[in-house]
Every structure is written in C-alpha cells, then in structure tokens.
C-alpha cells in the first residue's frame, strides 16, 4: 500500500523524518541540517544587562531598579504567561525564554535567592550607596585686623565660609533652590540614535564630494552608474563562458575577479546614493510640512483702501 502525504499526519511525517534521518547517521550518510536563525544582537545586551543586575541585587525589587538603570524594563507579571524585557525608549519586549535556560525567570529566581542567602536583603545599597552630602570644612583665617565689622559679617555669611555653604544647603533642602538631576546614560537609546552615523557621513562625503548642484544631478549619476555595472556585469559573464572551456587561459580567473571588484564597489557607491536621494526627499518633505503648519489655517481676506477709507 502507498502511503500517500497527504494522507499521512503531520506528526507520522515528522516522526519518520527524525528515523530517516537517524538511520542516516548511523550509515554514515549525509543529513540535511537545518539552518540556525541568526539572533539578534540585542539579545546579547540583554543577557549582558541581566548579568550585570543578578550581581548587583539580591531581591525582585532591586533587579528590577538595576535593570531600569541600565535602560530595560522587567515585565514579570504573574498573571501573564511569560516573563519578558524590553528597551525603556518604547521598544518591542523579548520572553525571557527566547534568551536561554539560564536567563529564564526560574533561573533567575535562583541566582537572586542564592545572592540574599549570602548578602542579605540589601546588595544593592551595599554596592550602590546613596550619596551624602558632606560639607566641607571651613578653615578661618588667622585675623579680621584692620577690617570693619560689617565686612566681617559679609565675609562671615555671604563668603565662601561655611555658614555660607550651611545656608545654601538647607535652601537646597527646603527647594528654593533647584535640585539638579543626575543625567543618566541609557546605551540602548544611545545605540538607536547613533545607529546610522557612519551611512550618514558616507552620504554626506559622497555629495560634497561629487559637489551635485541638485537633486537631479544626483540620479542622473545614478543612472550612469547603473549602466557601467550592466556592462562589467556583461563583460564578467563572457568570461565565465570562457572559463568554461578546456583551453582557458589562466588569466581570465583574474580578470574575473577584478572585474568582481569593481561591480562591488558600483554597487556601494549605488546603494550610497540611493540613500543620499531618499534623505534628501525626506528633508524637502518635512521641510514642506514645517511651513504648511507655521502657516495660519484661515487667513484674513485683505480688505481694499476705498473700504478701509470709508470707515
């Protein structure tokens, strides 16, 4: 009887694929792997983060104050299915699972327990201690002779002696002065901004470079570079068909591959330009909307002198 696929569930078929394949190991013959997808590279900086905050805290409430100050966000709701991490700038969230065993919530559970066995509730104040405000100490100087007593009391007070800095700080206690915030650097934010810096200087190179009056100039070098890789691309494949020959020189392998380089070195060019020409749309567009918005929406009808006058 012939077992048809269609026929055949999808579980039979995926259990006598894992036989065909384990026979094959056994004889020695080749198996069809199957390709691993490429992670991304914010999962590494995750797990990094991760790391980073399993060393500095030992309860749930730290982890998730040392992971906030790195720039992630910890979702561990109980009445969600998966625990997850996310960018604090708004980005997509990540199950902890797709991290690995070892970053997973159980895991992580353990490592933090391990930590408060050892420490105690408070690892991360030990590590991070909040900062105190120490005054400095104020050495007088050796007399006030020859000055009045009025300069003594300004020098005393508004000076830069301690009653002074005393007096500033209890106004910075009390918020007549303004508390400064500690600026805080978050790396996934930066990495989002700084992302394309280099594409942006290379676009910019190339149109200083090349000194394109417009915006037209720009594509018409784009066509004439379109045209030197169809015909370097032509030229390459008449020498592949010579290759192809038994009595091919040995130089056309050369020839090949300068010719290879050339192409790749068109195409970053191209691909340079292209990118040129879409920021420089997208610049005259926002442009555009800027001044359609600074314009007022119902502008008033001017009205003639004869009327202004009759009035």
């Given at each position: ?109 353990d490592r933090l327990r391990g930590n408060y ?89 190339f149109v200083h470079d090349h000194k394109f ?99």
């Open positions: 009887m012939q077992l048809r696929m269609k026929d055949t569930p999808a579980e039979e078929v995926l259990r006598i694929g894992r036989e065909i394949e384990k026979l094959c190991r056994e004889y020695g013959l080749s198996v069809v792997e199957q390709p691993k997808k490429k992670e991304p590279a914010r999962y590494a900086r995750m797990r990094e983060a991760i790391d980073q905050a399993c060393e500095d805290a030992s309860i749930a409430e730290d982890f998730h104050r040392a992971l906030y100050q790195q720039g992630y966000i910890f979702g561990s709701d109980p009445n969600r299915r998966y625990a997850t991490i996310r960018v604090r700038d708004g980005g997509r969230a990540v199950r902890l699972y797709r991290l690995g065993e070892e970053y997973d919530l159980p895991a992580i559970d066995l050892l420490y105690g509730p408070r690892l991360y104040e030990l590590k991070h201690p909040p900062r105190q405000y120490t005054p400095k100490r104020y050495r007088p100087k050796d007399s006030y002779a020859g000055k009045g007593v009025l300069q003594i009391f300004f020098e005393v007070f508004f000076g830069e002696s301690q009653m002074h800095r005393l007096y500033l700080y209890y106004c910075y206690q009390l918020g007549i002065l303004p508390k400064k915030q500690q600026p805080r650097i978050n790396r996934p934010e930066l990495e989002h901004i700084w992302k394309d810096t280099e594409k942006i200087l290379a676009e910019h190179a009056p417009s915006l037209q100039a720009i594509v018409d070098y784009r066509k004439g570079l379109s045209q030197q890789m169809e015909t370097l691309t032509a030229q390459r494949a008449e020498i592949v068909k010579q290759m192809r020959r038994k009595d091919a020189p040995p130089e056309l392998a050369d020839q090949r591959m300068a010719l290879t380089c050339k192409i790749a070195e068109l195409r970053k060019e191209d691909k340079i330009a292209e990118g040129a020409i879409k920021r420089i749309q997208r610049t005259r567009d926002s442009n555009r909307i800027d001044r359609e918005n600074r314009m007022p929406q119902h502008p008033r009808p001017r009205r003639r002198r004869r009327e202004q006058e009759r009035e």
